[in-house]
């Protein structure tokens, strides 16, 4: 567990009301927000609204900590449930915290954060997206760079546990990528998916 900041001083603790919005979904954090008391909704946003919520942070705790520990964009959006009071430590005074931990110490917040972060991108893409979004985001996860520069995704596992990680039938997946391949965004050959067209997965992706 990362640690609570050690300064107790009274005048770096900043409050909110009901309604603001404390992170948003998509930026890299600048700061490290340790919340003291409160409640705060993560989910995702859409034209103001909490249109997706998949659960509260309650103070003490830090907000969003895979994201901190991982030094990646923030995944969800946070908004104060009620009054809170938290503070902001600048993100180089975080890392050097964390980096002053045993190495062990780190590798198993690295994991945790990494398996958090992916199963909360997972929860979003299966509540956001539809399945030709979700399959587009997949295959621009999974691709590398092949011959001539193309990049590839190979099918190195079954359909059905492709779909499994999508949330959709096996068969909704055969259609989706039917789909994609006449829309020209990508081509198919055996066990290989060629992205011929990555910006337009990436449009349709959302990312």
């Known amino acids: 567990m990362l640690p609570a900041p050690k300064s107790k001083d009274d005048s770096e603790i900043q409050s909110a009301d ?30 103001g609204v909490m249109e997706h919520q998949f659960g509260v942070a309650q103070g003490p705790c830090w907000l969003e900590a895979s994201c901190l520990v991982l030094g990646m964009p923030y995944a969800v959006d946070a908004v104060a449930e009620s009054k809170v009071s938290f503070r902001r430590i600048p993100m180089a005074e975080f890392r050097s915290a964390f980096m ?27 509540l956001a997206k539809d399945a030709d979004s979700r399959c587009a985001e997949w295959l621009l996860q999974h691709a590398q760079a092949g011959d001539q520069g193309v990049m590839t995704v190979q099918l190195q596992q079954r359909k059905r546990c492709v779909a499994a990680q999508l949330g959709i039938a096996p068969e909704t997946l055969s259609r989706v990528l039917r789909h994609l391949r006449e829309r020209n965004l990508i081509s198919v050959s055996g066990r290989h998916v060629s992205l011929v067209d990555p910006q337009g997965l990436k449009s349709l992706a959302g990312v």
């Open 18 to 47: 009901a309604g603001e919005h404390l992170l948003r979904r998509a930026e890299n954090p600048t700061w490290a927000i340790y919340l003291e008391s409160g409640c705060v909704a993560l989910g995702v946003l859409q034209d």
């Open 100 to 126: 002053g931990m045993p190495a062990s110490a780190q590798a198993v917040l690295h994991d945790v954060a990494s398996a958090h972060r992916q199963q909360t991108m997972l929860a979003i893409s299966r």
